[in-house]
Protein backbone atom coordinates (compact mmCIF):
# COMPACT_ATOMS: atom_id res chain seq x y z
CA UNK A 1 0.00 0.00 0.00
CA UNK A 2 1.16 3.36 -1.03
CA UNK A 3 1.07 5.89 2.29
CA UNK A 4 1.53 9.67 2.11
CA UNK A 5 3.81 11.17 4.73
CA UNK A 6 -0.04 12.19 6.52
CA UNK A 7 -1.00 8.84 6.53
CA UNK A 8 1.72 7.72 8.54
CA UNK A 9 2.05 11.11 10.79
CA UNK A 10 -1.66 10.00 11.30
CA UNK A 11 -1.28 6.54 12.26
CA UNK A 12 1.05 7.69 15.07
CA UNK A 13 -0.81 10.91 16.13
CA UNK A 14 -4.55 8.96 16.61
CA UNK A 15 -2.52 6.64 19.28
CA UNK A 16 -2.55 9.50 21.48
CA UNK A 17 -5.09 12.36 23.44
CA UNK A 18 -6.82 14.13 20.49
CA UNK A 19 -5.85 17.77 22.40
CA UNK A 20 -2.13 16.72 22.91
CA UNK A 21 -1.90 15.84 19.71
CA UNK A 22 -3.46 18.92 18.75
CA UNK A 23 -1.82 21.65 20.76
CA UNK A 24 1.82 19.84 19.69
CA UNK A 25 0.67 19.96 16.16
CA UNK A 26 0.42 23.71 16.87
CA UNK A 27 3.28 24.27 18.23
CA UNK A 28 5.40 22.25 15.79
CA UNK A 29 3.96 24.27 13.00
CA UNK A 30 4.45 27.67 14.62
CA UNK A 31 8.35 26.92 15.40
CA UNK A 32 8.99 25.12 11.88
CA UNK A 33 6.35 26.59 8.90
CA UNK A 34 8.10 24.59 6.74
CA UNK A 35 7.31 21.41 8.15
CA UNK A 36 4.05 21.70 5.65
CA UNK A 37 6.51 20.41 2.95
CA UNK A 38 6.78 17.11 4.88
CA UNK A 39 3.14 16.56 3.53
CA UNK A 40 3.73 17.61 -0.17
CA UNK A 41 1.01 19.95 0.09
CA UNK A 42 -0.54 21.90 -2.62
CA UNK A 43 1.02 24.29 -4.63
CA UNK A 44 -1.00 27.24 -5.41
CA UNK A 45 -1.62 29.03 -8.51
CA UNK A 46 -3.23 31.80 -9.94
CA UNK A 47 -5.89 30.42 -11.52
CA UNK A 48 -7.05 28.78 -8.38
CA UNK A 49 -7.90 32.56 -6.99
CA UNK A 50 -11.84 33.29 -6.52
CA UNK A 51 -13.09 36.65 -5.54
CA UNK A 52 -16.70 36.43 -4.10
CA UNK A 53 -17.89 39.82 -3.11
CA UNK A 54 -15.13 41.63 -1.01
CA UNK A 55 -13.15 38.97 -0.40
CA UNK A 56 -10.41 37.13 -2.34
CA UNK A 57 -8.90 33.50 -1.63
CA UNK A 58 -5.96 32.18 -3.77
CA UNK A 59 -7.76 28.85 -2.91
CA UNK A 60 -11.55 28.10 -2.75
CA UNK A 61 -10.70 26.18 0.71
CA UNK A 62 -9.91 27.44 3.90
CA UNK A 63 -9.34 26.45 7.72
CA UNK A 64 -13.05 26.30 9.72
CA UNK A 65 -12.50 28.31 13.19
CA UNK A 66 -11.24 26.10 16.53
CA UNK A 67 -8.02 24.75 14.55
CA UNK A 68 -5.52 27.73 14.88
CA UNK A 69 -7.25 29.22 17.87
CA UNK A 70 -4.61 31.70 19.08
CA UNK A 71 -3.08 32.28 15.54
CA UNK A 72 0.02 30.56 16.17
CA UNK A 73 0.81 28.91 12.75
CA UNK A 74 -1.31 30.86 10.32
CA UNK A 75 2.42 30.22 7.80
CA UNK A 76 2.29 26.82 8.54
CA UNK A 77 -1.40 26.44 7.43
CA UNK A 78 -1.14 28.74 4.33
CA UNK A 79 1.96 26.46 3.31
CA UNK A 80 -0.62 23.51 3.48
CA UNK A 81 -2.55 24.81 0.94
CA UNK A 82 -5.77 26.87 2.92
CA UNK A 83 -6.78 29.78 0.85
CA UNK A 84 -7.72 31.73 4.04
CA UNK A 85 -7.31 30.89 7.60
CA UNK A 86 -9.87 31.66 10.27
CA UNK A 87 -8.11 32.21 13.65
CA UNK A 88 -9.98 32.34 16.82
CA UNK A 89 -12.79 32.19 18.51
CA UNK A 90 -11.10 34.96 20.36
CA UNK A 91 -12.45 36.07 23.89
CA UNK A 92 -11.64 39.30 25.17
CA UNK A 93 -9.99 37.70 28.25
CA UNK A 94 -7.89 34.64 28.20
CA UNK A 95 -9.95 31.40 29.24
CA UNK A 96 -8.76 28.01 29.94
CA UNK A 97 -12.03 26.47 28.55
CA UNK A 98 -13.97 23.32 29.61
CA UNK A 99 -12.15 20.46 32.20
CA UNK A 100 -10.46 18.52 29.70
CA UNK A 101 -10.97 15.68 28.17
CA UNK A 102 -12.88 17.88 25.91
CA UNK A 103 -11.75 16.28 22.07
CA UNK A 104 -12.89 12.97 20.75
CA UNK A 105 -12.42 11.29 17.94
CA UNK A 106 -15.28 9.08 16.16
CA UNK A 107 -12.87 7.33 13.45
CA UNK A 108 -15.53 5.51 12.63
CA UNK A 109 -17.50 8.09 11.45
CA UNK A 110 -15.51 10.63 10.42
CA UNK A 111 -16.30 13.10 13.23
CA UNK A 112 -15.52 14.77 15.98
CA UNK A 113 -16.56 15.61 19.28
CA UNK A 114 -15.58 18.86 20.97
CA UNK A 115 -16.73 20.26 24.51
CA UNK A 116 -13.84 23.11 24.32
CA UNK A 117 -15.66 26.58 25.50
CA UNK A 118 -13.68 28.71 23.91
CA UNK A 119 -9.75 28.13 25.54
CA UNK A 120 -7.88 31.34 23.96
CA UNK A 121 -5.31 33.18 25.13
CA UNK A 122 -7.73 36.50 25.13
CA UNK A 123 -7.36 39.33 22.45
CA UNK A 124 -4.21 40.67 23.98
CA UNK A 125 -1.84 38.17 23.14
CA UNK A 126 -3.70 36.79 19.85
CA UNK A 127 -3.14 40.78 18.72
CA UNK A 128 0.15 40.14 19.16
CA UNK A 129 0.60 37.03 17.53
CA UNK A 130 -1.00 38.49 14.25
CA UNK A 131 1.40 41.47 14.57
CA UNK A 132 4.49 39.99 14.50
CA UNK A 133 3.07 37.64 11.89
CA UNK A 134 3.79 38.10 8.26
CA UNK A 135 -0.04 38.22 6.64
CA UNK A 136 0.73 40.23 2.98
CA UNK A 137 -0.29 36.78 1.21
CA UNK A 138 -3.12 35.45 3.42
CA UNK A 139 -6.86 35.76 3.40
CA UNK A 140 -7.33 36.12 7.31
CA UNK A 141 -10.63 35.77 9.10
CA UNK A 142 -11.04 36.81 13.07
CA UNK A 143 -13.57 34.21 14.66
CA UNK A 144 -14.92 36.58 17.93
CA UNK A 145 -16.87 35.23 20.48
CA UNK A 146 -18.08 35.76 24.52
CA UNK A 147 -16.20 34.93 27.30
CA UNK A 148 -18.28 32.38 29.47
CA UNK A 149 -18.58 34.91 32.45
CA UNK A 150 -20.05 38.06 30.40
CA UNK A 151 -23.30 38.77 30.95
CA UNK A 152 -26.04 38.66 28.42
CA UNK A 153 -26.24 42.23 29.19
CA UNK A 154 -22.55 43.01 28.61
CA UNK A 155 -22.33 40.90 25.30
CA UNK A 156 -23.11 43.08 22.82
CA UNK A 157 -20.33 45.62 24.21
CA UNK A 158 -17.60 42.85 23.94
CA UNK A 159 -18.53 41.54 20.31
CA UNK A 160 -18.03 45.59 19.45
CA UNK A 161 -14.80 45.84 21.38
CA UNK A 162 -13.72 42.50 19.34
CA UNK A 163 -14.76 43.82 16.16
CA UNK A 164 -12.62 47.57 16.63
CA UNK A 165 -9.44 45.46 17.54
CA UNK A 166 -9.14 43.29 14.60
CA UNK A 167 -10.98 44.61 11.89
CA UNK A 168 -7.65 46.58 11.13
CA UNK A 169 -5.75 43.23 10.32
CA UNK A 170 -8.29 40.82 9.20
CA UNK A 171 -9.51 40.49 5.93
CA UNK A 172 -13.25 39.24 7.30
CA UNK A 173 -14.62 39.07 11.12
CA UNK A 174 -16.71 36.48 12.11
CA UNK A 175 -19.97 36.79 14.83
CA UNK A 176 -19.81 33.50 16.16
CA UNK A 177 -23.00 32.71 17.93
CA UNK A 178 -23.02 29.49 17.44
CA UNK A 179 -20.86 27.00 19.57
CA UNK A 180 -22.66 24.61 21.89
CA UNK A 181 -20.24 24.80 24.75
CA UNK A 182 -20.43 28.31 26.10
CA UNK A 183 -23.42 28.39 27.94
CA UNK A 184 -26.40 30.91 26.81
CA UNK A 185 -24.43 31.80 23.31
CA UNK A 186 -26.97 30.73 21.11
CA UNK A 187 -29.68 32.16 22.46
CA UNK A 188 -28.12 35.06 20.80
CA UNK A 189 -29.10 33.58 17.55
CA UNK A 190 -32.63 34.84 18.54
CA UNK A 191 -33.97 38.15 17.20
CA UNK A 192 -34.53 39.50 20.32
CA UNK A 193 -31.22 39.12 21.17
CA UNK A 194 -29.17 39.27 17.93
CA UNK A 195 -29.98 42.78 17.15
CA UNK A 196 -28.67 44.76 19.53
CA UNK A 197 -25.43 42.85 19.28
CA UNK A 198 -25.08 43.38 15.30
CA UNK A 199 -25.92 47.39 16.55
CA UNK A 200 -22.82 47.65 18.88
CA UNK A 201 -21.02 46.02 16.15
CA UNK A 202 -22.18 47.70 13.42
CA UNK A 203 -21.62 51.09 15.50
CA UNK A 204 -18.13 50.53 14.98
CA UNK A 205 -17.95 48.98 11.54
CA UNK A 206 -18.99 52.56 10.38
CA UNK A 207 -15.45 53.72 11.20
CA UNK A 208 -13.05 50.14 10.10
CA UNK A 209 -15.60 48.40 7.64
CA UNK A 210 -14.64 45.35 6.71
CA UNK A 211 -16.79 42.11 5.79
CA UNK A 212 -18.64 40.38 8.56
CA UNK A 213 -20.32 37.38 9.02
CA UNK A 214 -22.28 35.51 11.41
CA UNK A 215 -21.87 32.09 11.97
CA UNK A 216 -24.68 29.20 12.47
CA UNK A 217 -25.66 26.25 14.04
CA UNK A 218 -26.91 23.24 12.35
CA UNK A 219 -29.62 23.00 14.80
CA UNK A 220 -31.85 25.72 13.83
CA UNK A 221 -35.08 25.89 12.03
CA UNK A 222 -36.21 26.94 8.74
CA UNK A 223 -38.06 29.56 10.80
CA UNK A 224 -35.20 30.90 12.65
CA UNK A 225 -32.49 30.34 9.43
CA UNK A 226 -35.04 32.95 7.63
CA UNK A 227 -35.01 35.36 10.27
CA UNK A 228 -31.14 35.36 10.71
CA UNK A 229 -31.16 35.84 6.62
CA UNK A 230 -33.41 38.87 6.87
CA UNK A 231 -30.89 40.11 9.78
CA UNK A 232 -27.72 39.61 7.74
CA UNK A 233 -29.19 41.73 4.98
CA UNK A 234 -30.89 44.89 7.15
CA UNK A 235 -27.48 44.97 9.08
CA UNK A 236 -25.38 44.78 5.44
CA UNK A 237 -23.62 42.04 6.96
CA UNK A 238 -21.27 39.71 4.25
CA UNK A 239 -23.50 37.05 4.99
CA UNK A 240 -23.44 33.25 7.11
CA UNK A 241 -21.46 31.29 7.92
CA UNK A 242 -23.18 27.71 8.08
CA UNK A 243 -22.44 25.33 9.90
CA UNK A 244 -20.75 24.88 13.50
CA UNK A 245 -20.86 22.05 15.12
CA UNK A 246 -24.49 20.29 16.18
CA UNK A 247 -25.36 18.83 19.80
CA UNK A 248 -27.74 16.49 18.09
CA UNK A 249 -26.13 13.27 18.88
CA UNK A 250 -25.95 10.72 21.35
CA UNK A 251 -22.39 10.93 22.07
CA UNK A 252 -22.81 13.06 25.39
CA UNK A 253 -21.66 16.40 25.86
CA UNK A 254 -20.16 18.70 22.90
CA UNK A 255 -20.99 19.18 19.25
CA UNK A 256 -20.20 16.84 16.79
CA UNK A 257 -18.41 17.67 13.43
CA UNK A 258 -17.22 15.85 10.08
CA UNK A 259 -19.30 13.38 8.31
CA UNK A 260 -21.94 12.70 11.09
CA UNK A 261 -23.20 16.71 10.34
CA UNK A 262 -22.94 16.62 6.45
CA UNK A 263 -26.66 16.39 5.62
CA UNK A 264 -27.31 18.59 8.45
CA UNK A 265 -25.46 21.34 7.81
CA UNK A 266 -25.82 20.68 3.77
CA UNK A 267 -29.27 21.31 4.53
CA UNK A 268 -29.13 24.26 6.63
CA UNK A 269 -26.98 25.79 3.67
CA UNK A 270 -29.80 25.15 1.17
CA UNK A 271 -32.25 26.90 3.03
CA UNK A 272 -29.71 29.96 3.86
CA UNK A 273 -28.45 29.90 -0.02
CA UNK A 274 -31.88 30.32 -0.97
CA UNK A 275 -32.91 33.47 1.18
CA UNK A 276 -29.63 35.18 0.37
CA UNK A 277 -29.48 34.61 -3.52
CA UNK A 278 -31.16 37.27 -4.94
CA UNK A 279 -29.19 39.99 -2.68
CA UNK A 280 -26.04 40.16 -4.58
CA UNK A 281 -24.19 41.85 -1.09
CA UNK A 282 -25.10 38.34 0.87
CA UNK A 283 -22.65 35.31 0.55
CA UNK A 284 -22.39 32.01 2.05
CA UNK A 285 -19.70 30.24 3.34
CA UNK A 286 -20.08 27.04 3.35
CA UNK A 287 -18.45 24.28 6.37
CA UNK A 288 -19.56 21.06 8.30
CA UNK A 289 -19.02 17.82 7.09
CA UNK A 290 -17.21 18.93 3.56
CA UNK A 291 -14.42 16.65 2.43
CA UNK A 292 -14.35 16.56 -1.31
CA UNK A 293 -14.41 18.78 -4.55
CA UNK A 294 -17.69 16.71 -5.55
CA UNK A 295 -19.14 18.70 -1.91
CA UNK A 296 -17.86 21.80 -3.38
CA UNK A 297 -19.47 21.78 -6.58
CA UNK A 298 -22.90 20.97 -5.32
CA UNK A 299 -22.96 23.64 -2.72
CA UNK A 300 -21.80 26.04 -5.40
CA UNK A 301 -25.00 24.73 -7.40
CA UNK A 302 -27.22 25.76 -4.39
CA UNK A 303 -25.81 29.49 -4.67
CA UNK A 304 -22.82 28.79 -2.24
CA UNK A 305 -19.31 30.31 -2.24
CA UNK A 306 -16.51 29.75 0.08
CA UNK A 307 -15.86 27.05 1.83
CA UNK A 308 -13.82 25.77 5.05
CA UNK A 309 -12.49 22.71 5.76
CA UNK A 310 -12.32 21.06 9.93
CA UNK A 311 -12.55 17.53 10.72
CA UNK A 312 -11.82 15.85 7.10
CA UNK A 313 -8.06 17.64 7.30
CA UNK A 314 -8.01 16.02 10.25
CA UNK A 315 -8.61 12.41 8.75
CA UNK A 316 -6.63 13.10 5.36
CA UNK A 317 -4.36 16.02 5.81
CA UNK A 318 -2.73 18.22 3.39
CA UNK A 319 -3.34 15.93 0.61
CA UNK A 320 -7.20 16.60 0.59
CA UNK A 321 -6.48 20.35 -0.35
CA UNK A 322 -4.02 18.97 -3.01
CA UNK A 323 -7.43 16.15 -4.29
CA UNK A 324 -9.71 18.96 -4.46
CA UNK A 325 -7.03 20.71 -6.35
CA UNK A 326 -6.77 18.12 -8.69
CA UNK A 327 -9.77 17.57 -9.50
CA UNK A 328 -10.58 21.77 -9.89
CA UNK A 329 -8.10 21.72 -12.52
CA UNK A 330 -9.28 18.46 -14.65
CA UNK A 331 -12.64 20.33 -14.64
CA UNK A 332 -11.11 23.49 -15.44
CA UNK A 333 -9.99 21.09 -18.61
CA UNK A 334 -12.85 19.38 -18.98
CA UNK A 335 -15.00 22.51 -19.69
CA UNK A 336 -12.19 24.95 -21.21
CA UNK A 337 -12.51 27.38 -18.78
CA UNK A 338 -9.58 29.49 -17.55
CA UNK A 339 -9.56 29.76 -13.79
CA UNK A 340 -11.52 28.94 -10.75
CA UNK A 341 -13.50 32.02 -10.79
CA UNK A 342 -14.61 30.87 -14.32
CA UNK A 343 -15.65 27.48 -12.87
CA UNK A 344 -17.57 29.12 -10.28
CA UNK A 345 -19.22 31.57 -12.37
CA UNK A 346 -20.34 28.58 -14.90
CA UNK A 347 -20.92 25.84 -12.22
CA UNK A 348 -24.34 25.32 -13.17
CA UNK A 349 -22.92 23.98 -16.46
CA UNK A 350 -20.81 21.28 -15.35
CA UNK A 351 -21.95 17.45 -14.69
C1 LIG B 1 -12.18 20.60 18.08
C2 LIG B 1 -13.02 21.64 17.43
C3 LIG B 1 -12.96 22.96 17.88
C4 LIG B 1 -13.73 23.96 17.27
N1 LIG B 1 -13.65 25.23 17.73
C5 LIG B 1 -14.38 26.21 17.11
C6 LIG B 1 -14.28 27.55 17.53
O1 LIG B 1 -13.52 27.90 18.42
N2 LIG B 1 -15.05 28.48 16.87
C7 LIG B 1 -15.89 28.14 15.84
O2 LIG B 1 -16.54 29.04 15.28
N3 LIG B 1 -15.98 26.87 15.43
C8 LIG B 1 -15.26 25.89 16.03
N4 LIG B 1 -15.36 24.61 15.59
C9 LIG B 1 -16.32 24.29 14.50
C10 LIG B 1 -15.62 24.24 13.14
O3 LIG B 1 -15.10 25.50 12.79
C11 LIG B 1 -16.63 23.80 12.06
O4 LIG B 1 -17.65 24.77 11.97
C12 LIG B 1 -17.26 22.46 12.35
O5 LIG B 1 -16.32 21.56 12.88
C13 LIG B 1 -17.89 21.85 11.09
O6 LIG B 1 -16.92 21.66 10.08
P1 LIG B 1 -16.20 20.24 9.80
O7 LIG B 1 -17.28 19.23 9.64
O8 LIG B 1 -15.37 20.45 8.57
O9 LIG B 1 -15.39 19.96 10.99
C14 LIG B 1 -14.59 23.61 16.19
C15 LIG B 1 -14.66 22.28 15.74
C16 LIG B 1 -13.88 21.31 16.34
C17 LIG B 1 -13.97 19.89 15.83
Known amino acids: MCMNNYSVFKRLAFKFDPEIMH ?5 AGSLAPRMADLFQPLNKHENHNLTIGDLSWNFPVGLAAGFDKNAKAIQF ?3 SGFGAIEVGTITKR ?38 STDLSSVCLG ?31 LVINI ?15 LLVPLLQAVNEKRATTPKPLFIKVSPDMNQEDLNMLCELSKEFSLSGIIATNTTIDHDFGKGGLSGDYIRDISAKSRKIICENLREDPGQSVIGVGGINCYQDIKDFW ?18 KLLKDIAKEIDKDLKKYQFQNVQELYRNIKETD
Open 23 to 27: DMSIY
Open 77 to 79: FDK
Open 178 to 192: SSPNTPGLRSFQSKE
Open 142 to 172: ANIGKNKNTSEAKTPAEYAFLYEKFAPLADY
Open 301 to 318: KMGGGFVQIYTAFIFHGP
Open 94 to 131: RQIGNPKPRIWRHADINSVQNAMGFPNAGYKEILNNLE
